[in-house]
């Protein structure tokens, strides 16, 4: 027999529940932990596991007390496998003979709902009988729903280098730059320069720490050998405006400077000190997204246009 022979034969053997079992035991830690999200008993999902040893010829878990902890071919494996079932899961959304009846699972942020999504998502809604149903979250929120198929796209500022998730897709979906936004009287709206060595001045309504404009803005204060001075930490836009609106300091966001949150503030850009970024969609890297959702995605890429 030859080599391709044998690798046919043994991925048409490749029983699809064991695949399924082996990603609970990764995703939950364990084989007890796996057996209470199946039907599954524990000795079950051992059997599956020794029937995907015996196939691949390698150990993918092996025993730490009363604990199993995988292997690096258990994680080679996971990685390998996981777009592949998800892509599979989908296939039956894709071959739904009504698709208009599926609910479309959106994350994305408060202020990216308010001034940008608004718009584009009502005259997808009026186009399509598609339910939507709308949460909100900044990205890490958004990767944890995804993660766990509580949504199936998310909007969300593009994370940095080596920030992204293996197991997600990003598609790019508009282009937004970082704002210092503060009240018309604030000192930093009345100063000659706008830069970040006057920004450091200022109390600072900022992002958690950990999040992608969060840590644009400190790899920049970084490289200028500045201290920020952070006030209030937010976990979204939205909140850092509000903030600003009551006084609080000059806050830092992503966004377009004609969105209707700031027009009552004082808008200065930070593209040259943190650059521009991209706002995009995120979803589950090997699903297959149904027509109404790709055509929401087209319907949101009409931003950049002005279409």
């Not at 998800?86 to 959106?106: A, C, G, H």
């Not at 282009?175 to 001045?201: D, I, N, Q």
Request: proline residues 3%; neutral net charge; charged residues 25%.
């Amino acid at each position: 027999m030859t080599a391709s022979a044998d690798l046919t034969l043994r991925s048409a053997a490749i029983n699809i529940a064991h695949l399924h079992t082996f990603r609970h035991v990764m995703q939950q830690g364990g084989y007890a932990a796996a057996a209470r999200v199946t039907d599954l008993s524990v000795p079950s999902i051992w059997q599956h596991i020794h029937a995907l040893e015996k196939m691949y010829e390698v150990e993918l878990f092996h025993r730490v007390g009363r604990q199993v902890r995988p292997t690096s071919a258990a994680k080679q494996l996971y990685e390998e496998i996981d777009g592949i079932l998800v892509q599979l899961e989908s296939t039956f959304e894709r071959m739904s003979r009504e698709p208009s009846k599926q609910t479309i699972r959106l994350v994305t942020g408060v202020r990216m709902m308010i001034e940008d999504l608004a718009e584009p998502l009502a005259k997808f809604h009026d186009q399509h009988p598609n339910r939507l149903a709308i949460r909100q979250g900044n990205e890490r929120r958004a990767l944890e729903l995804l993660l766990a198929d509580e949504a199936d796209i998310a909007l969300t500022l593009e994370p940095g280098l080596h920030q992204g998730s293996s197991g997600i897709h990003y598609e790019p979906a508009y282009t937004v730059e970082f704002l210092a936004v503060c009240s018309k009287s604030h000192p930093y709206a009345k100063a000659r320069s706008h830069g970040l060595r006057e920004l450091s001045k200022h109390p600072l309504v900022v992002t958690a720490a950990g999040t992608h404009g969060r840590d644009a803005l400190e790899q920049a204060f970084h490289r200028e050998g500045l201290v920020s001075n952070i006030h209030i930490e937010t976990d979204n836009s939205a909140f850092t405006i509000a903030c600003v609106k009551a006084g609080v300091g000059v806050g830092i966001l992503a966004g377009r400077r004609q969105g209707d949150l700031c027009q009552s503030l004082a808008t200065r850009s930070l593209s040259k000190q943190l650059g521009k970024r991209k706002i995009v969609f995120m979803w589950r890297r090997g699903r297959l997204l149904t027509e109404p959702m790709l055509e929401l995605i087209d319907a949101v890429k009409c931003i950049e246009s002005g279409e």
